[in-house]
């Protein structure tokens, strides 16, 4: 049974259940706290010390991560004290560091920093110059590379490999001030969310292989979205930026917290499958091998119509917005077409694991089957208008809505990708979720629901 | 001086480590008497006898015996302390190489009135041979079926000191790193893989059999009303006899010394002394003068009485050399889990080592000082804080020496 009950942090009420963290409570109601080990995901170690608060009635600071909520509780957490220990602990923290924030991705997005700003900004007091020397470049595997020297050994990465994904790769060696992240020797970091210690490391020891120095993450834009990998529906957040005379380019995916979806994690292969997303985009409208023009290709498509008025299909990709899809239905309608979206050919039980990978791997086939679309393979017609759909189907002559180049069809139409575009998925276990567009390319192609306006008028 | 010889009573027998030895001058013969109580009778004794932990803190184990539970449907389970690894400290393993039996015996009894089954015994990987010897006997005890109740395991560590704080030592037998656990806010025993568990040193554990055959009184005969009994307090350093002598609790110090050790080494004068292990703080010849033996006289001016391994200096001690080489020790020796500890422990004996290269400063002093601050009370053991104990108690009594060496 929980209980509810008042506490006072710096002269304020606030209600909590009895017995939680006082940190969660700090967290969620904003209240500054510095902390590099605790985690929601992966609890309290209580290893940084630097969540230090004063709590009435206590002789001396207590960490926030390690104090449970009671009725009545006063706690402060600014005053000369516990700032004193704050940036003692800092300094600490630091004397061992390489300060290379110039060459570290890290840099921007990094406690280290943001903590020395709110709690350092001191002249050093470190007058000894040797400083523990470790190694600066170790390839653990899984796109993850370790920079020991900026560790601050918060053993989140390892509570990760332990606590997470069961697969224990990841410990610290050694004592004292020559402690280390490591793995055995001879191992790898190796298992499907390995990625996700980089998110958790609030430093700059561990970065991705993919990612670091490509982009500042200064120069970054992020933008909320859900990654289209397979059905589960996870929050992403898409980071992405146009640099000057170029194209806007996606550089990476980091999981966005939904403790009804993801949790707090993604997938690696979630995570990378921004790569496939920008490589081989279709911009151009082509018949036959050759470059036409939009008037040229509507005709073109009117033309078909026509000609095979009743015998025509249309396929629907089990991975487009609910809004297309529910268009692309009212649109079938209007020219007589049967509609189907085969879904067999998108599962994959060999991705599925009891994390979060679902063997469906079409983001919005949840969608389909709740309009009752026909998921079987659709048998040979005359015409047959595939939107993006990765199947092959026979017919007398098709045309092809792709977002991505496909050499074996002789109709395409170009069509934005997720990322391109907005719009409503539902994932499965029926939750709809909207994904914001991200990318403004230099050449844009049209959505499915421009196309559809497109063709009829 | 009064003779006590609870502990140490046969050790200087020939053979002592033997079991025929031992029963030959009465080993065992508690475990008859065992059939008279109950296991709360035997609690009720060592509370009564107001037993303190002998381990270096000094709680009641009476208390901490009360914390198991008796009926529960987890195993319960006793882990010796055997890890000694405080710098000045050398008893157990008297303990553990001279009357092997007298601690077989002591864990027969503890576990009789915790209800456990099995009994680890925790001893640091260094002391191989005298594993050896405490093995043997552990064999012989199970030959003549004395450990048909309840089975002992001797667990070897790798070397680390820091398991010898209780939490990191079952975290150290679970095949964890030896990491100190958080502190738990209500009052219950240890866990061990999620069993319930006791955590006593070999010395209290082997105090039992006395208390238990002779009763409370008996052992409150000995020390002082808040302290009682005895202890294998220990001698090192610049001392004639060094050695681990029994006395009571209540001692003078100096009386201990001259008697049993013999005096300064030399016939020098006495500079400093560090009570109980080097996690106690430094004396000066002044405060030890009219200093008694117990926990409360310590207390009373800033130390503890830790393990009662007193670490004596003489007058031509370079203090500034001796910190350095006790914050050798910590900076090898802390766990690296928390951060003042982990870079702390390395900056003071960097600190240290520069102003014994004549590299100093004065603002170095005040600093060490600072971090000695930092250091105090804000980790999750009490490693830490011992570090910044030192510190603050050599600067506090021999600034000169340390503002000399600049």
Not at chain 1, 23 to 28: C, Y
Not at chain 1, 65 to 78: L, Q
Not at chain 1, 192 to 220: E, I
Not at chain 1, 306 to 316: A, C, D, F, L, S
Request: glycine share 8%; charged share 25%; aromatic share 8%.
């Amino acid at each position: 049974m929980s209980e509810t009950v008042e506490v006072i942090v710096d002269k304020r009420t606030f209600n909590a259940e009895k017995g939680t963290l006082l940190i969660d409570l700090l967290i969620k109601e904003k209240i500054k706290v510095p902390y590099f080990c605790y985690h929601e995901a992966l609890g309290a170690d209580g290893n940084c010390r630097m969540c230090m608060v004063e709590i009435e009635g206590q002789k001396r600071p207590q960490i926030a991560c390690d104090t449970f909520i009671k009725e009545g509780m006063e706690v402060r957490s600014t005053g000369e004290n516990i700032e004193k220990v704050r940036t003692d602990i800092l300094e600490l923290e630091l004397i061992n560091h390489p300060v290379d924030c110039p060459t570290c991705d890290q840099a921007g997005e990094c406690s280290l920093q943001d903590f020395y700003m709110d709690y350092g900004l001191h002249n050093s007091k470190i007058s000894i110059p040797e400083k523990v020397k470790n190694l600066k470049k170790v390839d653990l595997g899984s796109n993850v590379m370790l920079d020991q020297e900026r560790c601050v050994l918060c053993a989140r990465c390892t509570r990760f490999t332990d606590k997470i994904t069961d697969t224990h790769e990841l410990g610290i060696i050694g004592r004292g001030d020559h402690a280390r992240v490591s793995t055995m020797p001879g191992r790898k970091l190796d298992n499907p969310y390995a990625m996700n210690v980089v998110d958790l490391c609030p430093v700059g020891a561990l970065t991705s292989k993919d990612f670091r120095f490509h982009q500042r993450v200064w120069f970054l834009s992020t933008v909320d979205s859900i990654c289209h990998g397979c059905a589960k529906g996870c929050n992403i957040y898409i980071d992405h930026n146009k640099m000057k005379y170029q194209d806007d380019i996606i550089y990476r995916f980091r999981p966005r917290r939904n403790d009804d979806v993801n949790g707090f994690f993604i997938c690696d292969e979630g995570r990378l499958s921004y790569k496939a997303l920008q490589e081989d985009r279709q911009e151009e409208i082509v018949l036959n091998s050759k470059v036409i023009m939009e008037d040229e290709a509507i005709q073109a498509f009117h033309t078909l119509l026509e000609k095979y008025e009743t015998n025509i299909t249309v396929v629907i990709d089990a991975n487009l917005y609910t809004e297309e899809i529910e268009a692309i239905l009212d649109f079938s309608k209007e020219i007589g077409a049967s509609v189907c979206s085969p879904l067999e050919i998108y599962r994959d039980e060999d991705f599925k694991d009891d994390m979060l990978k679902s063997a469906q791997r079409a983001a919005n086939y949840k969608t389909i089957e709740n309009l009752h679309i026909d998921t079987d393979i659709p048998a040979k017609s005359g015409l047959l208008i595939n939107f993006n759909h990765p199947g092959e189907f026979e017919a007398e002559v098709k045309i092809d809505f792709r977002t991505h180049q496909d050499t074996k069809a002789a109709f395409i139409l170009p069509i934005a990708s997720y990322v391109e575009s907005s719009g409503h998925i539902t994932n499965e276990d029926g939750i709809t979720q909207l994904c914001q567009k991200a990318l403004s390319k230099n050449n844009p192609v049209p959505t499915v629901l421009e196309w559809l306006e497109k063709v009829r008028s | 001086m009064r003779e006590c010889k609870i502990v140490s009573r046969k050790f200087e027998l020939e053979n002592s480590f033997t079991l025929e030895v031992s029963k030959a001058n009465g080993g065992y013969k508690t475990l008859e008497k065992l059939k008279e109580y109950s296991p709360t009778d035997i609690i009720q004794i060592i509370k009564d006898a107001n037993l303190r932990g002998k381990g270096g803190g000094g709680a009641p184990a009476g208390a901490k015996w009360e914390l198991m539970p008796q009926k529960s449907d987890k195993p319960s389970f006793l882990a010796v302390n055997c890890d000694e690894s405080e710098p000045g400290t050398f008893k157990d393993r008297q303990i553990i190489s001279k009357d092997p039996h007298l601690l077989i015996e002591g864990i027969l009894i503890t576990c009789y009135a915790i209800k456990a089954k099995h009994a680890y015994i925790y001893i640091r990987g260094e002391y191989y041979q005298y594993q050896q010897v405490l093995q043997s006997a552990i064999d012989e005890a199970y030959e003549a079926g004395l450990l048909d109740a309840c089975d002992i395991t001797i667990h070897r560590g790798a070397g680390a000191y820091i398991c010898g704080e209780k939490s990191a030592l079952l975290e150290s037998m679970e095949g964890k790193r030896g990491h100190p656990r958080l502190k738990p806010k209500q009052k219950e025993p240890e866990w061990y893989f999620g069993n319930p568990t006791l955590v006593n040193n070999v010395e209290t554990i082997a105090t039992v059999p006395f208390i238990v055959e002779n009763g409370a009184d008996a052992y409150k005969a000995y020390g002082t009303e808040q302290s009682p009994g005895t202890l294998l307090f220990a001698m090192s350093g610049h001392i004639e006899r060094p050695g681990v002598y029994e006395a009571e609790f209540g001692t003078s110090m100096m009386e201990y010394i001259n008697h049993y050790g013999g005096g300064i080494k030399n016939g020098k004068k006495l500079k400093a002394l560090i009570p109980g292990g080097v996690s106690c703080g430094v004396l000066n010849a002044r405060e030890v003068e009219n200093l008694t033996l117990d926990y409360e006289a310590l207390r009373g001016i800033g130390s503890s009485l830790g393990t009662g391994g007193m670490i004596v200096m003489d007058e031509d001690t370079c203090m500034v050399t001796a910190l350095k080489n006790i914050l050798e020790f910590y900076h090898e020796e802390s766990c690296g889990q928390c951060t003042p500890c982990r870079e702390g422990t390395g900056w003071v004996d960097k600190l240290v080592g520069k102003i014994l290269d004549k590299r100093g400063s004065k603002e170095d002093i005040d600093k060490l000082l600072g971090i000695a601050d930092t250091m105090n009370g804000k980790t999750i053991c009490v490693f830490a804080p011992s570090v910044s104990t030192v510190i603050v108690s050599c600067i506090e009594r021999f600034r000169d020496e340390f503002e000399g060496a600049l």
